[in-house]
């Protein structure tokens, strides 16, 4: 039951007040509410300003050794763009990967190893002190586990750095990999200097701060390099994580009556198809872009029939009430009030309780209502995209198992 991983104001402001901000933000991602600090004062920049031959375009990937990274690297090469992949020393799950690894992994792609952490190594390892040195940037990075630190360290100050330099070396065009839930406007967005709120268990947490602070400082950028926002729903193997115990006669386990939420999962490869179309296509310039699969949106019942269906095996559900994880939300946050430690497991269960109710859904703002804490996603104004389908996934995984398919430090959020 993992869920897909993924806010900074100061202390909560109204709801209805963040709710309608919110819709400023979607309404114009070039007119957020905070401006980000200039470094230069050369000409906005466009992707129409890139090379016309793919092979003339200098593509910088950051976060290439993570989950969606990997997809991304490799599409980019396949469609004949000069990409340079910027990773780790170590890399992979829990840093057992090394140089010769990722250069095995990007044979494509020219490699180089630094810091996103270090500006200093970004300026110098990844752009070579050379302004110019590249015409795209494409940050994939995502925390490696999600907790509060990590999330600022790497969903802002690391993604920063990169935006940064980016400006700073005249590069034109920055797609971002964002998600769908930092939307909801309800989050730790509204409490990140304070941590006070008014239900220990309904904000999904420090990942979407992070991210959203970060789109609005990207949004506030446009001036100098245009950008792309990539809010994808679930990917097919955030939702394959119960096809061994099903095959093996266990219950598919699911939170309530299993349609507390839907999403319309969409393939790595297919969401890497799509990052890569933000490179050339003008009506993706300077939006933000939720970005779904083909078919219909799915609820947990729904997944878990197909998946029945597909192995040809009698459905067996087992139905546990929201409360229990909400019980142990509230123990885990009291405990996180003592004890410094507890607080990364306290966010955790905060965003396993988000993903359990929420939907990966386009968040209808004109029919939900912040004040009495209700949303309504549109299934129907969630795009969709690709050709891969998550019947067809499971068809796959359930011969072929999961091997190599592991989230890995993510897969909490993923």
Request: hydrophobic share 40%.
């Amino acid at each position: 039951m993992a869920a897909s991983a993924m806010s900074a104001r100061a202390h909560v402001a109204p709801a209805a007040s963040s709710l309608n901000a919110a819709r400023r933000g979607r309404a114009s991602s070039t007119a957020p509410a905070r401006r980000a600090r200039r470094v230069s004062t050369t000409p906005r920049a466009s992707i129409a300003d890139l090379p016309k031959d793919n092979a003339s375009v200098k593509v910088l990937v950051v976060g290439g050794t993570g989950y969606i990274g990997k997809f991304v690297v490799r599409e980019l090469c396949a469609q004949g763009y000069d990409v340079t992949a910027f990773v780790r020393e170590k890399s992979g799950i829990g840093g057992k990967s090394g140089k010769e690894d990722a250069r095995r992994t990007f044979p494509d792609a020219t490699v180089k190893f630094g810091s996103v952490s270090d500006v200093a190594s970004i300026r110098g390892d990844a752009f070579g002190d050379a302004d110019g040195a590249f015409d795209v940037v494409v940050s994939c990075l995502a925390s490696r586990t999600g907790g509060i630190k990590d999330s600022w360290d790497v969903d802002y100050q690391a993604t920063k750095n990169v935006l940064d330099v980016a400006r700073e070396k005249g590069a034109k065009h920055f797609v971002l990999l964002s998600a769908i839930c930092v939307q909801k406007p309800l989050l730790t967005f509204q409490k990140a200097r304070s941590y006070s709120h008014r239900s220990p268990y309904d904000r999904v947490g420090v990942v979407n701060a992070a991210k959203l602070k970060f789109e609005e400082e990207l949004a506030a950028a446009s001036s100098e390099i245009s950008h792309s926002i990539v809010r994808p729903t679930a990917f097919f193997k955030s939702l394959a994580g119960q096809v061994e115990s099903v095959q093996k006669g266990g219950p598919y386990v699911m939170f309530g009556d299993g349609q507390l939420a839907s999403c319309k999962p969409i393939s790595e490869r297919d969401l890497a198809k799509y990052m890569a179309e933000c490179i050339r296509d003008p009506k993706l310039e300077n939006k933000i872009l939720p970005i779904g699969g083909p078919g219909e949106a799915m609820s947990a019942l729904q997944q878990g029939t197909m998946l029945f269906e597909i192995l040809g095996m009698e459905p067996k559900f087992i139905k546990v009430p929201i409360e229990v994880m909400d019980g142990v939300i509230k123990v885990l946050d009291t405990f996180a009030g003592f004890f410094s430690n507890m607080r990364d497991a306290a966010e955790f269960g905060k965003i396993g309780r988000y993903y359990a109710a929420e939907s990966m859904l386009v968040l209808d703002d004109e029919k939900s209502d912040a004040e009495k804490d209700e949303w309504v996603y549109d299934a129907s104004k969630t795009p969709s995209y690709g050709t891969d389908t998550l019947g067809d996934f499971f068809k796959k995984v359930s011969v072929e198992g999961l091997a190599g398919q592991e989230l890995g430090d993510q897969a909490v959020f993923k």
